[in-house]
Each structure stands twice: as structure tokens, then as C-alpha cells.
């Protein structure tokens, strides 16, 4: 489902965002939103390996995507063990909040924009194996079944 803005910067938004941080490193993972955690809200948290910079982005919205295009191997927590390729742009803007409540505008290439959009079509009510052909996307489903009958 879509979640809805945000609309309060305070001690309540600061909260839920160190609860998605602590529940991506426990994960493990490297990017992750409200709705994860069952809670409609437009919040992500993302934390690429080897940077030691936790990035958060409150209401964000891709306002421009690149015509170019990249593969990337994408998983989720909510699916743990399972990636696949998926195509996405090589590069886009998107004007997010900060817990303050300043707007931004941003430009993200390479893992930061996977996740970027990775996570904002989460928020927008599409789970990333939407973004795989009906065979893949059976074949992802498959192998997340079989792994978890045999854990």
C-alpha cells in the first residue's frame, strides 16, 4: 500500500528513524522504510556499505529519472536470501526532507539510486519483484518458498 506523508518533524519521526536503522543492521540490510516496520509513512533509511554515513529521507519523491538504464542485483528484508536483476534509470533527482523539515534535491547514481528507488517504489506500493517479468518474478517467489520450508 502507499504511504502517506509526513507531516510532523518532531521526536516521534526522529524515533521511528532510529528503530529502521537498528532493524536494517539487524537485518542485515542497506536500505529500508516505515512500511517495513507496518507503518504507512514516506521515511527511508539507507546505510551503503563502506560509507559511515547513515542517509534519511522523509517524504521523498523522484522528480527526474535518466533515459539510461542499469542492472542491478536487488533483494529485500522482507524476502531475506533472495536477489534478482532488475533494470532500473542509471541516475535520478528527488526532493526529499531532512528530519527537520528543510527540503532537498538530490541526484543519486550507481547503489544510491538502486536503493533510492528501490525504496521509494516500496513506499509508493510496489514491491521490487513487480519490477521482474512475470517468469522471474515466479521464479523469485519459488526460491523464497523452498528457502524458507527449509529453514
Known sequence: MPAAEVLAFDAETRALADDLRDTMRAAPGIGIT?????????????????????????????????????????????????????????RVRLRYHDLDGVEHEEEAEGLLGVCLQHEIDQLDGIFWI?????????RVVKRFGKMTKAA
Open 130 to 138: 513487480q519490477r521482474l517479468s512475470r517468469l522471474r518474478r515466479e
Open 34 to 90: 516505515a512500511p517495513h516496520l507496518g507503518i504507512l509513512k514516506r521515511l527511508v533509511v539507507i546505510e551503503l556499505p563502506d560509507e559511515a554515513i547513515v542517509r534519511i529521507y522523509v517524504n521523498p519523491r523522484i522528480v527526474w529519472m535518466a533515459e539510461e538504464t542499469r542492472e542491478h542485483a536487488e533483494g529485500s528484508v522482507s524476502m531475506p536470501g533472495v536477489t534478482e536483476t532488475v533494470e532500473r534509470p542509471a
